[in-house]
């Protein structure tokens, strides 16, 4: 989960180096370095911690080249320190590498090298990378073939950066399994771990698929195959705008993404939705197809699989196809029924989480159809999917995920929609009056949105709790686990969620005086329920805040936040909004770093 910049050019590369990085902070912060071509060959400079410190060392001032590499490191194999930290060179420091991934056969590797006079410096897998280059140049002593040969020789996931002092106007990159873009301006080449981090540069991007190599100069990229024929790449325009990707006089960017979301879900519906019309011009599904599919498999991690949970309802009632959702590290290994009648859809913000594209590859192997439903373009699981459709909730940045949340949370009942106009399995109406209602849901964010003040104070009142609890039922249960997984996320409260039923087996045990409780409750038919359990909680002394869009008797809560009415299968896109601005303030109160929480990362891209 670490991120990889590199520039090469015209310009001094380490301004752009650091500055790359500083914007892939977000996807690890235990150390970082840069190397550049100088004129008497390739540089390095790294640190243990944040940017800032590499940024601070007397050193980097005095590196002019303008072909560099750099690295944010979230450690794997290692401890956090300047040693471990890339980028690495081969004994010989003819080569200098960076390297997002882990390299599963490095002990057998390094073995293999140790046998044949190298010696180790640091603790980390990458450090065998350089120096099987090394190995293969003394007999290939060619650039190019000699990273194929390593790479041939690697197992696990790598995005590499590489640099020779043989070649000191070139730069090899490659990947399997973990994310790198090439963005290319003029006569400058950009690459990055993704988009965001180069936007302000290029808008024109080169994406490669696994095992195949690019090999840069200042004006030219040539890309190559595994068996390394060369072959054309078609540039990709990517539509977001650098405003886009910065915090745009916002505190933090997770504040900022929050009040998006009006704009995002917006976005998201105009994509597939208008004059009440769905359109999925990306694919088409046939009546024919979709009757035979009997289960559906819903398949993500952190976030993306609460996305999922609170869309499986709008499929089963919509569709009539049982559906069931799955934690991506857990189907991988446990053997899932699945065969051509199991339609598999994969939820992933950043397209990159491991688990997620494994999850994907399995049910691929098992003759699934797949549907990625993703939010950046042109990520490695829009590649592998059979079918994408892509979320439109421009750069998320922040660690905690909150607009690509509601877009997933959009998208996904437009999708069901879609289907279930296909399948023809429920009147015509009721999908028309869902229709009407996603259409006002910009709208209802931001009267959402609204309600800041209130939740600010609420902060203010429980920020030194040590434990909080969040209670739903139905579609409100799921949200209950999206908001404590934001609250753990960026508070380090202990936060627990319950289908608010399951209280008097277990969780009631813990409530005793001024416990703070959190109910939500969003679906009429459920409302007496739900109610009932929050009363039960607070005859044993907790604290409550209610989150509604149903008329109740609010005297009995602490307090009561309500929220626009809209149909259940849509709550979840309005319920979450003042529970995100509650571990935001929260997590300000606490005088945390809300966009980059401890030993938390934006995108997994190792297992
Ligand atoms: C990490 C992030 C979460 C995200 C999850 C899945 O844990 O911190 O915010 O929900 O990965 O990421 P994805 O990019 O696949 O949606």
């Known amino acids: 989960m670490c991120g990889i910049v590199g520039y090469i050019g015209t310009k001094k590369a380490k301004p752009i180096l650091i500055n790359g990085l500083l914007r892939l902070e977000y996807r690890g912060y235990d150390s970082a370095g840069i190397a550049t071509m100088e004129k008497d060959g390739i540089k390095i400079v790294k640190e243990k911690g944040r940017i800032a410190n590499l940024d601070a060392k007397e050193e980097i001032n005095s590196l ?38 882990i390299i599963e056969n490095y002990h057998e590797l390094r073995k293999f090298l140790e046998d044949n006079g190298y010696h180790f410096l640091s603790d980390t897998d990458t450090e065998v990378i350089p120096n099987l280059i090394h190995y293969y140049y003394k007999k290939e002593h060619d650039f190019l073939k000699s990273v194929k040969l390593a790479c041939d020789d690697l197992k696990g996931s790598f995005a590499l950066e590489i640099l020779c002092n043989d070649y000191p106007d070139n730069m090899i990159v490659v990947r399997q399994d973990s994310p790198l873009v090439i963005g290319k301006g003029l006569n400058e080449i950009y690459i990055s771990s993704d988009i965001p981090a180069i936007l302000s540069f290029t808008k024109d991007f080169y994406f490669l698929n696994d095992r195949e190599y690019a090999v840069l100069s200042r004006k030219n990229i040539e890309f190559y195959d595994n068996n390394l024929n060369s072959i054309d790449k078609m540039v990709k325009s990517i539509e977001w705008n650098t405003a886009s990707a910065e915090k745009d006089g916002y505190e933090d960017f997770m504040l900022k993404e929050i009040y998006e979301q009006p704009n995002s879900i917006r976005e998201t519906i105009g994509s597939k939705l208008s004059e009440n019309k769905i359109s999925f011009t990306d694919f088409e599904i046939s009546k024919d197809y979709l009757e035979t599919i009997n289960r559906i498999y819903i398949v993500a991690c952190g976030t993306a699989k609460n996305a999922g949970l609170a869309t499986k309802a709008t499929f089963e009632n919509f569709c009539k196809i ?70 439109h909730a421009g750069p998320e940045i922040a660690v905690a995920s909150t607009k690509a949340y509601t877009s997933q949370v959009v998208l996904l009942n437009i999708l069901a929609l879609y289907f279930a106009e296909v399948l023809e399995r429920v009147p015509a109406l009721e999908i028309d009056n869902i229709k009407k209602e996603i259409m006002d849901l910009p709208k209802k964010a931001e009267i959402t949105l609204g309600n800041v003040a209130e939740i600010k104070n609420f902060a203010n ?39 608010a039923g399951e209280l008097k087996h277990g969780p009631i045990a ?39 869009n149903q008329k109740i008797n609010d005297e009995q809560f602490y307090k009561t936040i309500h929220i626009p009415e809209v149909n259940p299968c849509l709550s979840p896109i309005l319920s979450i909004i003042p529970l995100q601005l509650l571990a935001y303030y929260i997590s300000k109160e606490k005088g945390l770093d809300v966009d980059k929480p401890r030993n938390l990362a934006k995108s997994v891209t190792v297992e």
């Open 64 to 101: 002019e080249g303008t072909i560099g590499i750099g690295h944010t490191r979230w450690a794997t194999h290692g401890k956090p320190s300047a040693v471990n930290s890339h980028p690495h060179y081969d004994n010989s420091k003819t080569f200098a590498v960076v390297h997002n991934g």
């Open 322 to 391: 049982p559906t069931e959702v799955d934690i991506a590290s857990e189907f991988r290994y446990r053997d899932p029924l699945i065969n051509e009648h199991t339609l598999c859809i994969y939820i992933s913000q950043s397209g990159e989480t491991a688990d997620t594209i494994a999850a994907l590859k399995l049910a691929k192997q098992k003759g699934a159809k797949t549907i990625a439903v993703a939010n950046v373009i042109g990520s490695s699981i829009t590649r592998e999917s059979d079918y994408c459709v892509y979320t």
């Open 510 to 548: 813990l409530i005793e005086n001024d416990v703070t409780v959190i109910g939500i409750i969003t679906n009429p038919k459920l409302v007496e329920k739900t109610v009932s359990n929050i009363q039960e909680v607070i005859t044993r002394g907790a604290k409550t805040l209610v989150i509604t």
């Open 461 to 499: 009142t429980v920020y030194k709790e040590t434990d909080i609890f969040f209670l739903g039922r139905g579609i409100d249960s799921y949200v209950a686990e999206e908001a404590s997984l934001k609250l753990k996320e960026i508070s380090y409260i202990h936060s627990e969620s319950y289908p």
